[in-house]
């Protein structure tokens, strides 16, 4: 048996104000807490700073953590998508492979336990299957054009039975709202209906991702031509692209809506009404690293948004240590309190991904690690897992 204790103990939700003690199992599995009186002095072992339960990271490509590095920072989510696409085959198996192995093995290290990771390929079920971390794999689709849809849905298919021989949970989920058609966008809601998985979609990252589809004009259609992808079916006039595809994915199934750097607070009013499970998942250090600029966390707060952190892939952040998206978030919004961001990055983040009954706080008979953090009055620090 062990006993843990701190100066502070988060419990995924928020800090006990008790001070209990922590009892675990020989096996690091939380038997209950108990009181300090109770507990023989000399057993305890104590820290100083916070506990808190392992991350859980929302959203990671960990199968790009060979492009570090590769992309200049704050050029625009256009010259990123061009870049990603010309550029992530162009390396050996290995570098990829290795590539991968390390980014897994980093973030156990720095006290995630787990991930919402997307796929579009193959290259990371090997190491997330053997991985002590627990993934979500998130298998993305692309395709614009409806006329591709069913052979788009078919290719994922493909890709959702290697998935799963790997023994990895996953769901088929959209890449974003400019480059999946609402045809697509159906048959990925249906395939989940009858699943408890949730579903995944990067949303309004770019300021012109509402102008496309207020009035198809912006950045969006210089992609288009890039990628010779035919627009002519594509009809706007709506009032942003949070609008336009969230009526075409189911309203009870836990939906992570990824960087909403651009999102307006109408647009999240509507979108709560209209949809019941709504995670709105930030990932700043990437937003820094593509264009430079955050989300207004203000409007989600005051609206009671339930929010998730991720890191993104290697390919648009320096590490995927989530104490660094925290960091940046405290260092950005001085006004967001500790108790918030650790909820958003333990409990918030495995509810999103339905997995709350195992992590993201301290559940009798789990082991959903523990995290040791000190803190100055700007930032958290980590010390180490103790679980
Ligand atoms: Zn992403």
Redesign the pocket.
């Given at each position: 048996m062990r006993y843990i204790s701190a100066t502070y103990i988060f419990d995924g939700k928020s800090f006990l104000n008790d001070k209990p003690i922590l009892i675990l199992n020989d096996s690091n599995c939380f038997v209950e807490y108990a009181k300090r009186k109770t507990i023989e002095k000399s057993k305890i072992e104590h820290y100083d700073g916070i506990i808190c339960p392992g991350f859980v990271n929302a959203?990671c490509?960990l199968e790009l953590s060979h492009m570090k590095g590769l992309i200049a920072e704050k050029s625009g989510l256009l010259n990123f998508a061009k870049e990603i696409i010309t550029k992530r085959r162009a390396f050996q198996k290995e570098e990829i492979q290795s590539a991968i192995v390390n980014a897994d093995k980093f973030m156990w290290e720095n006290g995630t336990v787990a991930v919402g990771d997307?796929s579009n390929t193959v290259d990371s079920f090997d190491v997330k299957q053997k991985s002590p971390l627990f993934y979500h794999t998130f298998l993305e689709l692309i395709g614009f054009d409806p006329e591709q849809a069913e052979y788009v849905f078919a290719m994922g298919k493909e890709l959702q039975r290697g998935a799963s021989r790997a023994d990895l949970k996953n769901s088929l989920v959209p890449h974003a709202p400019y480059s999946v058609s609402d045809a697509l966008m159906e048959k990925i809601s249906s395939d989940v209906r009858d699943t408890k998985f949730p579903l995944s979609i990067?949303n309004q990252e770019h300021a012109d991702e509402d102008l496309f589809f207020k009035s198809k004009e912006g950045i969006f259609t210089e992609l288009y031509e890039f990628l010779k992808i035919n627009i002519s079916h594509f009809e706007s006039g709506k009032p942003s692209s949070l609008q336009s595809y969230l009526p075409h994915l189911s309203p009870a199934k836990n939906l992570l809506l990824?960087h909403n750097t651009f999102t307006k607070k109408e647009d999240i009013k509507w979108a709560k009404r209209f949809h019941e499970e709504l995670f709105w998942c930030l990932?700043p250090n990437a937003n820094l690293y593509i264009e430079n600029i955050l989300p207004n966390l203000k409007n989600f707060v005051e609206e009671n948004c339930k929010m998730v952190i991720g890191t993104?892939?290697l390919a648009s952040n320096k590490s995927l240590s989530m104490v660094s998206e925290i960091n940046a978030l405290l260092k950005n919004f001085n006004w967001v309190q500790i108790a918030d961001v650790l909820k958003w990055a333990t409990y918030n983040g495995a509810e999103a991904l339905g997995i709350e009954n195992k992590f993201g706080t301290f559940i009798k008979g789990k082991n959903a690690g523990i995290n040791h953090l000190s803190y100055t009055p700007d930032k958290l620090i980590f010390e180490g897992k103790l679980a």
């Open positions: 959203h490509h997307i990067h990824v990932c993104d892939s």
